[in-house]
């Protein structure tokens, strides 16, 4: 498929989502994901199948994207899944280990750095990590772990 074709598809998709038309959006992503196998066009795949409320889908997708635990847009779209799908436990594990120190900072256990909220980012976004917490204290309120949740 030309590089033209695959863009016109990627804007028809784009133009879908805005319109409402997720059953539309799932078709054409999932042309022009087969077409490039690039890893932004699996992405708008999955958005796509959890805008059509096909959640086991885009879970299963992103599951089998070799890119779902390198990536943290993917690994939260991951997690936004399983949360739709109410399984906390998983994604719990899906968004991974972090801890929160006395003073609000979240750092990593495997090397103890600290995961800095997205700093350079527009001043109208929020941060990719700012929303991982969020839904990291979200899943510990379900599991009534209300000490868990209010920390996160």
Known sequence: MKEDEVERLRGLVRDCVSKHLYSSAIFFADKVAVAT???????MQAQALFLGRQYRRALHLLNSSSIVL???????????CLEELKEWHQCLT???????DDHGNVSSPKDGSPMYLDRDG??????????????RGKAYEALENRVQARLW
């Open 122 to 135: 527009e001043d109208h976004e929020i941060s990719i990590m700012s929303a991982v917490c969020y839904l």
């Open 37 to 43: 196998s690039d890893p932004a066009d699996i992405y």
């Open 94 to 100: 899906m968004l991974g280990d972090a801890k929160v």
């Open 70 to 80: 390198r990536d943290l847009r993917f690994r939260y779209l991951a997690a936004k």
